[in-house]
């Protein structure tokens, strides 16, 4: 038996390569695409149904997000009731989710259920009705759900900098309460009907995925959908932004301030996006980053703070969000400033830079952890247009950038001056 020698700390090996599974891709005859990811271990799958959205439009801001939650209210044969129970029935789970570009349905089933849940899907996506009793209880919901929201500090300082960022497009988007009213039964029909179609369609197909599950997809689809003749308008309004920098709304009784800084940002295609990543990461991007340490460590001003980078189709953001005691809401972004500009003047210690490194590389890693975490980098890549030497290009520059170019980034698109601030409290 070896004996453990505990003054000499295990051998550390840093991470060399990202092997990420591609998939299978094949398409159907009315225009639908399909990428299949196959474990081919455990008997279960996901099946995700991703549609581009379609073109804002400013009168009616919430008809893409509504026709996407409603999907499951009902259709010709089903109530939404009975959806739910038949799903219930097999143990599988279905879920509908609305983000800025796209929308999507996804089913989590047993394989040996397949048969009997893929139809509950085709009924949803091929027949939805949008009931009117259903509708009056979606618009009645959201308003109340709203109307609490609007209540938040975090909240609301998220919606006026989006807003300020992106203007009156699907970026920005900002709804009352009143604009619940401006939803119509008939509209809903019309974005379905135009939306939902083979043709925005693509299909991405997780766990194990063998030629049966396959088969089974595009026995139900290739001739649910009934011939289009309207191709779906996915064009978005141009974007934009606020000439107004700094938006203070001040809550007088508020015990703590929301803070929400940033700007309009490159997005993944950009060859600047994962040096930019790295910046990002020391700056707030993780537990141990410079603003944590700063002024929730040290300074004890917030619970938690930290900055990001979001990547759009049209568009991206980098932000920093804290919410801080109303008292020291100056002092705070007086020190969010300071680590700003600490990155343009000064290098990146080794050190500090070395961790960065292994924590962005031993996630990306860890994020790897099944067959639909693989599909899920996937579709990061293909709805941005991007190869798999994306990754590549993302593993070698966290490996080898310097302290030289991450300052040299950081005087290229830190300027604070002229960065949105939002503040929502007191001041």
Known sequence: MTKLDRHTPPQFNGVENIKLIHPESSKLKNGCKIFTFNSGSQDLVRIEWIFQNSRFEPKKPLLNVAVNTMLTDGTSKLTAAQIADKIDFYGAFLQVDYSYDYSQVTLFTLTKHLQATLPVVKDILTDSIFPEKELETYMRNQQQKLQVSLQKNDFVARREFNKALYGETIYGLAAQPEDFQSLK???LLANFKQMYQPGNCNIIIAGKADPQILEAVTTTFEGAWGEVTTVADTTQPDLQPSAERFIYIEKVDALQSAIR???PFINR???DFPGMQVLNTVLGGYFGSRLMTNIREDKG?????GSGMQSFKQTGSFFIASEVGANVCKAAVSEIEKEVTLLKTDLIPNEELSLVRNFMLGSL??????????????????FAGLDYD??????????NITAEELKALANKYFDFDNFYKVIVGKY
């Open 185 to 187: 039964r008939e509209d």
């Open 261 to 263: 800084i940033g700007t």
């Open 269 to 271: 295609t950009h060859p």
């Open 301 to 305: 001003y917030t619970y938690g703070i």
């Open 365 to 382: 890693l860890g994020s790897l952890e099944n067959v639909m975490s693989h599909a899920d980098k996937f579709k990061n890549l293909y």
């Open 390 to 399: 994306y990754y590549e290009r993302y593993t070698q520059t966290v490996k």
